[in-house]
């Protein structure tokens, strides 16, 4: 019967005999071998660059600034609302968002400073506690609160995670009017019930779901922003939570239907009179609306888990596309393992190799130790054919590297430059005697 | 007012003045500077352990195999079952699995091969192009079907995408009999939907839930796999497919309830005497098991969009997770995005400088072009301080490789190594001599 012999022959192979570029998710490009590059080994450029921008955004630094140098343990201050006027509409004061870099943990945080506002009960500063225990990907992630004097008079300043290159969904929807597609609403629908489960669990409610306090992260990715910051500025510590987690339901609903009829300021107003079907939606998204807002009219009398009902499906299809976002991302991650260590590897030999303060050390004379280390080099980028052509051949690069950070027991047969010598050694003793070498320098320095 | 002078004066950058390694997700291990390491700019260490290893099966290959060197448009088979004996239970028939690469896109499959079975209807076959429309995160992808008689007999060969190192629910949970967590479970019943929501959709029947037929690629993470297989196997045009589509959302259930109750014969024999309450199960898991399997006998009433509605917010935590597993791997892959490009650059530099061949060459000499590279690499990696020790400063070093690679206006002073002379170039004329050190060494090989 034609099956494998032995099936343990190939259980037991050397470490890292290959530069470790395969492919982990299946291609469904389906390209021919002539129409790749060598770029399908590396990551794919869309998202590189997206990552490189965001990382840039997260480097940022702004010279000459009149903000404070530090503020509490945060320092480093960048604004990041650039607009000039201030809208009071959503809390009632100016506020004003700021990046800075925290003194305990070297990481960005997003600030977000409330002028003028004095703070009348500390129990209030307490409900941001709370808050923090919120851990919810659809939820921008609450930190800490403080009062500060650094300013014009009295602020306090609200401290959220940091997410580089964000817009919110007013930027993304109402600059250019363009329809919102049925799929898009019900992510957002989906992330936002989410976000809100988080958050009644927790014993809080929202009380805010306004277009320009809901960040867009990434590709219809949204999270809730700027979360307990009414909690304090309107604290009323006779508020009724059940009511106001019963008019997240609705005000979630609300905001989507906004987006869906083009128009922010659609609810309270339009109440029911509103159709989505004859702008080209399903009746499905339609009766959830009238569902959901007429609810808030009857007394809100609908659960939070009567409403995820009702989402049914969407909200599995916003987990099929998030788990296949998994699948790339995981796959692009893939093809990035390895560089890392080589990098390191490769700067390590740069700083060894042909050292002028090492030109007359006997130890890399022809006779001494480190000379293996320079006929290694030429072993590994130096090759030439039997004509004498240069080899540039990325693959014996990549393996040679591969194996000496392995440090395995093969040997090479390294031969001096005049091609009169020729002397073998194990990948384990060359890894010794660059180990030795990056060391001493080290000691030196 | 405290509030920056010209907004302007920081939106404009030279490009890649540093090492992009940003964190772009707020960390949440809240450690002190002094707890980090400079492993925390890298990749985390079990997570690039799991890839390598993944990749590592993704290149394995079988020397000396007694298996057939092409099969169809497949070559490099290589047995994934390992176990000697083969259980016909599911299909009725002997079948093995190979990983093999696909001559036409060089990816991995998965081939399922069913021996001893001779296609009687042409049809039957063409069924797996409705399962290739069938894209889900939690099913495996078909590709294709084709017989062969490439082994004993006939067989016939169903091509599914590769996951390396997965495992089978099986495997998992009935090697090892732990009770299962319920959010676990939850988890399980939200990816079996929402897979027969994507199957269904295609106007096809699952037919096929099997703990040993759905594989575990991650942590918690199943996809249905072997689709197709049964359409094919147990051929029949009249087949009802409304009343298969209702089984499927019973089987769902009663391969969850097997889980909870850690035995994978309970249904259907157990029927309704379970009470999951008594496992430390919650009452409303233990409602929805009942709702669904006592719908089975009912006649199957409840349709599919029915039951996601009763899934309600077990849907929404799993979107969580998964949405919470995107952040962390973005972050991840932030930290990678360079070094691809830089393992390029320092390959590049290793191919050219101190060849043997140049040794003599008058472009390389003290008044050549060429010595400029000699004497950058110097700059790059041969620092000293006033002290004469050596400086070994990564940053330093990943400074200059950037803005070499963006061949920026900067200009550096570069310095013989008798210290008697120096030259100013700017990034940009290195790069050309860089390129074109490296084209000639190209043209020549």
Sequence with gaps: MPEPFGFDSYRHFQPLQYHLYGSLAPSRKGLAPDERTSHDLFMADDLREQLTK????????????????????????????????????????????????????????????????????????TLVQKWRKVRCASVVEVREAFTSKAFTGDSIVFVYAYHPLSSTLYEKHFRQRKPCPETVLWSYLSQLYNALRAIHACGLACRLLDLTKILVTEKNRIRINCCGMLDVLQYDPYADIKYLQAMDLTLAAALVLG???????????????????????????????????????????????????????????????????????????????????????????????????????????????????????????????????????????????????????????????????????????????????????????
Tied chains: 1, 2.
């Design 259 to 445: 987006l869906a009829l083009n128009d922010p300021e659609v609810w309270p107003d339009a109440q029911f009179n509103f159709d989505l079907t004859t702008r080209g939606y399903s009746s499905q998204l339609n009766d959830f609306m009238h569902l959901v807002l007429e609810d808030a009219d009857n007394g809100c009398s609908l659960s939070l888990d009567a409403v995820l009902g009702h989402l049914g499906s969407a909200s599995l299809e916003s987990m099929d596309a998030a788990l296949s976002y998994n699948d790339t991302l995981e796959s692009e991650l893939a093809t990035a393992t390895e560089n890392g260590r080589l990098v390191r590897l490769l700067c390590k030999f740069g700083f060894i190799n042909e050292r002028p303060e090492f030109e007359h050390d006997p130890a890399w004379s022809e006779t001494g130790d480190r000379y293996l280390l320079k006929l290694f080099r030429d072993y590994v980028f130096h090759q030439v054919n039997e004509r004498g052509q240069p080899v540039l051949d990325l693959g014996h690069v990549l393996a040679c590297l591969n194996k000496l950070d392995a440090g395995i027991e093969e040997r090479v047969m390294l031969i001096s430059r005049d091609e009169t010598s020729s002397i073998v050694a194990s990948y384990r003793e060359l890894r010794q005697l660059a180990e030795s070498a990056f060391n001493e320098l080290r000691r030196r320095s």
């Design 54 to 125: 965001k990382q840039e955004a997260v480097l940022q630094t702004l010279q000459n600034s009149n903000l404070p140098t530090t503020l509490h343990s945060y320092h480093s201050l960048v604004p990041l609302d650039l607009q000039l006027e201030r809208s009071t509409r959503v809390f009632g004061y100016q506020t004003y968002a700021y990046k800075a870099t925290s003194k305990h943990d070297g990481n960005k945080y997003c600030l977000r400073r409330v002028e003028g506002f004095r703070l009348q009960s500390e129990a209030s500063i």
